[in-house]
């Protein structure tokens, strides 16, 4: 099966370009840029449309085993599949927690068999999530695990955390760690500041990001392990992350869509759609945030996607579950970046597919001959309304409902075929 995609406007986030040509598809994988055939069994006339890599989302959670009313992995791949995204790496945060090879299987199988998009999951650090005993790292490895992470549950003994980076190391395992220390955001529902005080909100600090990452560039340095900080969303972090980087440590970071495009003050009158962990920022942290990933200093950008049933989010802001679902509105929403002037394409697709691909050694994220045929084809400036309800996610806890956006994926293609296209 060959694929022609004519007059398409092509981002390269590998040679960050951003040019109009064809593209050639033969048999799943990529086969010729530029100079293609005349002929193929399917020609796409892109129409002056963007056609770029799939999106590699990191720290998708879904909800199998344990929570599948909250998500299941058909629902999670139909949502993934119209946001453009052809790679998930799914977090280990579930009941029971992915800590053994079983459990990693089953996953991987259930994957498989019900998402159109790739599944590529993550397994815990500690067994349970508890912090107390390292798993089975080689074992989860040989079974398929691309990273090790307990969530946003830190493991406050650091001999523990040190013995697992020490290991994982000596494995080649990449470890993500949730950058907060646990004792000052505990119970925190806002970043601390005016707003968290006219609200009455139970409120962390800044400092609490800066003061564990601190702590984890400090293991990084004993062990020499490879590290991926989750997200980074305050300004105070960004220059402990870029002395760990010219020092040269192995160390990438990751923020979410949300503390790019939003800041506290979207809470309002205490909208708890737009809780998440760690809490939205200041303005001032956005842009710097923004300006990080225009630099390079932050690497990778993710949904973090977390999907919460109505009953979770329905509550008072300060009793109301974190979280929210990003796989459908990742494209829409960051390319408000785009429009704004903040970011150019290539640059954005660096963070959203290249570099995730990278760093967890995954195919795609390359427009480039042998690479997989993962691709989006986009219309960045057609503008829509969203409406959650609409959305294939079970849950539909976003922050964006109602919201004014612009950019709808047209189609989505995983390995060459199509797995979705816009109505």
Not at 55 to 67: A, L, M, S
Not at 258 to 280: C, I, M, Q, S, W
């Amino acid at each position: 099966m060959s694929i022609l995609f004519k007059n398409a406007r092509l981002i390269d986030p590998e040679a960050r370009t951003e040019t109009t040509g064809d593209l050639f598809v033969q048999d799943g994988v990529i086969a010729a840029v530029g100079d293609t055939p005349d002929t193929a069994d399917q020609v796409v006339d892109c129409r002056g449309k963007h056609l770029a890599p799939g999106i590699v989302d990191i720290g998708v959670k879904i909800c199998e085993p344990g929570e599948r009313h909250k998500e299941s992995f058909r629902t999670a791949g139909l949502a993934a599949a119209a946001g453009g995204v052809t790679t998930i790496v799914t977090r280990p945060d579930t009941l029971p927690s992915i800590d053994t090879p079983e459990t990693l299987e089953f996953v991987t199988r259930r994957g498989r068999e019900a998402s159109p998009v790739n599944i590529r999951p993550m397994a815990t650090l500690t067994k349970g999530r508890e912090g107390r005993e390292m798993v089975e790292i080689g074992f989860l490895l040989d079974a398929g695990a691309v990273a090790f992470t307990d969530g946003d549950r830190v493991t406050t003994d650091t001999k523990v955390l040190s013995r697992a980076m020490t290991y994982a190391r000596s494995l080649g395992a990449v470890i993500i760690a949730h950058p907060q220390d646990p004792g000052l955001s505990r119970g925190a529902a806002v970043t601390s500041g005016k707003f968290a005080s006219l609200r009455g909100l139970p409120a962390v600090s800044a400092m609490a990001e800066r003061m564990a990452l601190d702590r984890d560039i400090a293991l990084v340095e004993m062990t020499g392990v490879a590290y991926h900080a989750d997200q980074i969303t305050t300004a105070r972090a960004l220059p402990a992350l870029e002395r760990a980087k010219n020092n040269g440590h192995d160390v990438t970071a990751g923020v979410s869509i949300h503390h790019l495009t939003l800041n506290e003050l979207d809470v309002g009158d205490y909208r708890t759609f737009f809780k998440v962990k760690p809490p939205l920022r200041s303005e001032d942290d956005r842009i710097a945030c923004v300006e990080a990933v225009k630099t390079g200093l932050i690497d990778i950008i993710c949904s973090m996607h977390t999907p919460q049933d109505e009953e979770s989010k329905r509550l008072p802001f300060e009793e109301a579950a974190s979280g929210a679902v990003g796989l459908e509105t990742f494209l829409p929403a960051v390319l408000r970046l785009v429009h704004a002037g903040d970011i150019a394409l290539p640059d954005l697709w660096r963070a959203m597919s290249f570099n995730p691909a990278a760093r967890f050694g995954l195919p795609g994220g390359r427009l480039a001959v042998g690479a997989p045929a993962d691709l989006v084809l986009f219309d960045a400036d057609a503008p829509f309304v969203l409406d959650r309800t609409k959305l294939h996610s079970k849950s539909k806890n976003t922050p964006f409902d109602g919201a004014r956006l612009q950019g709808r994926v047209l189609s989505t293609y995983v390995g060459g075929d199509c797995v979705y296209t816009k109505d």
